[in-house]
């Protein structure tokens, strides 16, 4: 699979779908081993037309990458609507990730999960995993 990282203005351009399927059948490439890399950025500044460009390179083949997930500073709720295969967390949260002690995973539901986000150097966790919700107990 080959990474290409698109700004903004690719899917901005109400012509590049159409420029892109004219590349792959000019030069013979299979959409499938194509994976367009998008900033969070540039996807919360126009969300509905990176979900139609997703949509229609998706349907083609093309794979996404949502890049620097983490550094935007909007709700992620977004990202139930955003098709994308998947998130490359923003570097400021993995640099020094081995000694900064202020890493929290949450819905560590089961302990392959906890295993994973130990051996990755997550500090804390918290889910199912772990233990259960329980009413406080009064004195």
Avoid: W
């Amino acid at each position: 699979m080959y990474s290409i990282n698109l700004s903004g203005f690719s899917f901005n351009d109400d012509d590049m779908v159409a420029h892109i399927e004219r590349q792959f059948a000019l030069h013979a490439v299979d959409p499938a081993t194509i994976c367009f890399e998008i900033t969070e950025t540039a996807v919360i500044a126009n969300l509905a037309k990176a979900q139609r460009f997703i949509a229609a390179l998706r349907a083609l083949g093309c794979r996404f990458s949502l890049d620097d997930f983490g550094s935007g500073l909007s709700s992620f709720a977004y990202l139930r609507s955003l098709h994308v295969d998947y998130l490359k967390i923003d570097g400021v949260f993995v640099r020094d990730i081995a000694v900064n002690s202020i890493t929290v995973a949450e819905c560590v539901e089961d302990q392959a999960t906890l295993d994973t986000v130990r051996a990755i150097g997550v500090d804390y966790a918290q889910g199912y995993a772990l233990g259960k919700p329980r009413p406080l107990l009064h004195a």
